[in-house]
């Protein structure tokens, strides 16, 4: 490596620096050693053995001719020596998007799926995803490509419970699930071509088709009943609210599009992804699927039901293609590159007993290059890249700390037993009874016979709000959870584990 190429970097990250110090030949050399060089962890936690060996010469070998230069290992010292800053990855430049921006050739493009924005329809499309729909609605439900045995997989009828939310595998196992039922439209007669599209949440209007037949509800034909015995009749209709009540939910109340800009604005997967493994922290992505679910109403909002709705799947499907877009922006489609924007364990991905998305014969690293499942999307038209990367809330390494003038403070929720809180239900934040915010929160009305949920039972919300808000005021935390008909009510904090509030100021790194 030629000193006056590689120029030393007084305060290097390891997005931005120290993950491009190593190849795919590093990883597979230094693996079998007990060394993991693919993830933020894995390079702090050996950072002090492989500088040495960087140093001396003996890591990569002379042989390969990637011998580090005195100043690449100069930048990895100061890395160490500045508190291995984890910092963020910059995002492709802010580019307006009319077409899928998979770094495909167009030759492979043709031969993928190429999902497209539902309003992007024409007329002999929308015609063939109706006949495909009202096809696999009217197969015998113990057909395993009707709609009721794919819709069932979600939760009821059961007996298997494949609830994964609120975790790493959560996007993996729905992009899955998504090609199940893509699969099973393609197998109804004049309809092998078809593809899923999505319903772009961020759009100020539901698409009105949405509301037409057969995507305006679904009789479920059996009686479906939970771990707790509350049964739904044979007959039951799927409900939801209308367009402009789910519209106003959206941008109003959930203020979903907000959210989703703020993810795509971090380049660690734990951070876009929502779940925080350790402080049991809801955000992100899956902070912006759970307020969709309850913004829709009033089947969406049941876990054990809601896939029955059809407007399910044109809501998940949008959520993969945020998934990928994320992907693309930040050069994370291939395992090898998803797995240097881990901040934690990779273990979810590769260890033989975590990486299983059963029923599915995917594995969660798997899942990770969409095109090599053969599907890519058709990005909204206009629809701009993230440009900025997003402050990082509360504490940090205390030698890279940089406290700013900031209007704004986070006022986490902290320490809810949501396994107390039978359905899916808003975390309220008040200030002198005024509603400062809110967010919702998804989960079946058996949390407590669900191991995923049982496992991960205690939950954290960050509220980010301008200190004009809340300064001088009295705030408080209101829980409401939402019963089978679609009604809010108020859940006592004493019977979900007394949860505390705390004020942080923002940093960044």
Same mark, same amino acid.
């Given at each position: 490596?030629?000193?006056?190429?590689?120029?030393?970097?007084?305060?290097?990250?390891?997005?931005?620096?120290?993950?491009?110090?190593?190849? +795919?030949?590093?990883?597979?050399?230094?693996?079998? &050693?007990?060394?993991? /060089?693919?993830?933020?962890?894995?390079?702090?936690?050996?950072?002090?053995?492989?500088?040495?060996?960087?140093?001396?010469?003996?890591?990569?070998?002379?042989?390969?001719?990637?011998?580090?230069?005195?100043?690449?290992?100069?930048?990895?010292?100061?890395?160490?020596?500045?508190?291995?800053?984890?910092? =963020?990855?910059?995002?492709?430049?802010?580019?307006?998007?009319?077409?899928?921006?998979?770094?495909?050739?167009?030759?492979?493009?043709?031969?993928?799926?190429?999902?497209?924005?539902?309003?992007?329809?024409?007329?002999?499309?929308?015609?063939?995803?109706?006949?495909?729909?009202?096809?696999?609605?009217?197969?015998?439900?113990?057909?395993?490509?009707?709609?009721?045995?794919?819709?069932?997989? *979600?939760? /009821?009828?059961?007996?298997?419970?494949?609830?994964?939310?609120?975790?790493?595998?959560?996007?993996?196992?729905?992009?899955?699930?998504?090609?199940?039922?893509?699969?099973?439209?393609?197998?109804? +007669?004049?309809?092998?071509?078809?593809?899923?599209?999505?319903?772009?949440?961020?759009?100020?209007?539901?698409?009105?088709?949405?509301?037409?037949?057969?995507?305006?509800?679904?009789?479920?034909?059996?009686?479906?009943?939970?771990?707790?015995?509350?049964?739904?009749?044979?007959?039951?209709?799927?409900?939801?609210?209308?367009?402009? @009540?789910?519209?106003?939910?959206?941008?109003?109340?959930?203020?979903?599009?907000?959210?989703?800009? +703020?993810?795509?604005?971090?380049?660690?997967?734990?951070?876009?992804?929502?779940?925080?493994?350790?402080?049991?922290?809801?955000?992100?992505?899956?902070?912006? *699927?759970?307020?969709?679910?309850?913004?829709?109403?009033?089947?969406?909002?049941? &876990?054990?039901?809601?896939?029955?709705?059809?407007?399910?799947?044109?809501?998940?499907?949008?959520?993969?293609?945020?998934?990928?877009?994320?992907?693309?922006?930040?050069?994370?489609?291939?395992?090898?590159?998803?797995?240097?924007?881990?901040?934690?364990?990779?273990?979810?991905?590769?260890?033989?007993?975590?990486?299983?998305?059963?029923?599915?014969? +995917?594995?969660?690293?798997?899942?990770?290059?969409?095109?090599?499942?053969?599907?890519?999307?058709? *990005?909204?038209?206009?629809?701009?890249?993230?440009?900025?990367?997003?402050?990082?809330?509360?504490?940090?390494?205390?030698?890279?700390? =940089?406290?700013?003038?900031?209007?704004?403070?986070?006022?986490?929720?902290?320490?809810?037993?949501?396994?107390?809180?039978?359905?899916?239900?808003?975390?309220? /934040?008040?200030?002198?009874?005024?509603?400062?915010?809110?967010?919702?929160?998804?989960?079946?009305?058996?949390?407590?016979?669900?191991?995923?949920?049982?496992?991960?039972?205690?939950?954290?919300?960050?509220?980010?709000?301008?200190?004009?808000?809340?300064?001088?005021?009295?705030? *408080?935390?209101?829980?409401?959870?939402?019963?089978?008909?679609?009604?809010?009510?108020?859940?006592?904090?004493?019977?979900?584990?007394?949860? @505390?509030?705390?004020?942080?100021?923002?940093?960044?790194?």
């Amino acid at each position: 490596m030629n000193d006056s190429t590689d120029k030393i970097v007084s305060n290097p990250t390891y997005m931005a620096d120290i993950r491009h110090f190593f190849t +795919e030949g590093d990883f597979q050399c230094m693996t079998p &050693q007990g060394i993991n /060089l693919e993830t933020y962890s894995g390079v702090k936690l050996n950072a002090l053995r492989l500088y040495f060996r960087v140093e001396d010469g003996s890591m990569p070998p002379p042989s390969t001719g990637r011998t580090w230069s005195k100043n690449r290992v100069k930048t990895f010292y100061n890395w160490m020596k500045n508190g291995y800053r984890r910092g =963020n990855a910059d995002p492709k430049p802010a580019q307006t998007s009319t077409t899928n921006s998979s770094a495909v050739g167009d030759a492979v493009e043709s031969t993928l799926r190429v999902r497209k924005n539902i309003t992007e329809l024409n007329d002999n499309e929308i015609v063939l995803l109706k006949k495909a729909f009202s096809g696999i609605m009217a197969k015998s439900v113990v057909d395993p490509q009707s709609y009721f045995a794919i819709a069932g997989i *979600h939760w /009821l009828p059961g007996p298997n419970y494949y609830c994964r939310h609120h975790e790493n595998a959560y996007n993996p196992w729905h992009r899955s699930y998504l090609i199940q039922f893509e699969n099973a439209l393609r197998s109804i +007669e004049g309809c092998e071509n078809i593809t899923l599209p999505y319903w772009d949440i961020k759009d100020k209007t539901l698409p009105s088709v949405l509301y037409e037949e057969p995507f305006k509800s679904y009789t479920i034909p059996q009686k479906l009943c939970s771990i707790s015995r509350q049964c739904y009749p044979a007959g039951y209709v799927t409900q939801r609210y209308d367009a402009a @009540t789910i519209a106003k939910n959206i941008h109003e109340q959930y203020k979903i599009p907000e959210i989703i800009d +703020e993810a795509l604005g971090y380049s660690f997967w734990e951070k876009f992804n929502g779940w925080n493994g350790i402080e049991r922290t809801q955000g992100g992505i899956i902070l912006a *699927h759970d307020s969709g679910h309850n913004a829709s109403g009033i089947t969406m909002q049941q &876990q054990n039901i809601a896939a029955f709705d059809p407007i399910f799947w044109f809501f998940h499907c949008n959520w993969d293609r945020v998934w990928w877009k994320w992907q693309q922006e930040y050069n994370a489609t291939t395992l090898v590159q998803f797995k240097t924007h881990l901040a934690d364990s990779d273990d979810w991905l590769v260890d033989p007993v975590l990486n299983p998305i059963p029923p599915f014969s +995917e594995t969660t690293a798997s899942t990770i290059n969409l095109t090599s499942l053969g599907i890519s999307y058709q *990005h909204p038209a206009n629809e701009l890249v993230a440009t900025a990367v997003i402050p990082q809330v509360g504490s940090m390494t205390a030698s890279a700390i =940089n406290v700013e003038a900031n209007p704004k403070v986070s006022v986490r929720a902290k320490g809810i037993d949501r396994s107390q809180i039978p359905g899916s239900f808003d975390a309220v /934040l008040k200030a002198d009874n005024e509603v400062i915010s809110t967010k919702g929160f998804f989960q079946s009305e058996d949390p407590k016979g669900c191991s995923n949920c049982k496992s991960k039972s205690i939950v954290n919300f960050d509220f980010v709000v301008d200190q004009s808000k809340i300064c001088g005021k009295k705030i *408080h935390l209101d829980i409401r959870y939402i019963s089978r008909t679609g009604k809010m009510h108020s859940f006592p904090l004493s019977s979900c584990g007394d949860p @505390t509030l705390n004020a942080r100021i923002l940093l960044s790194d």
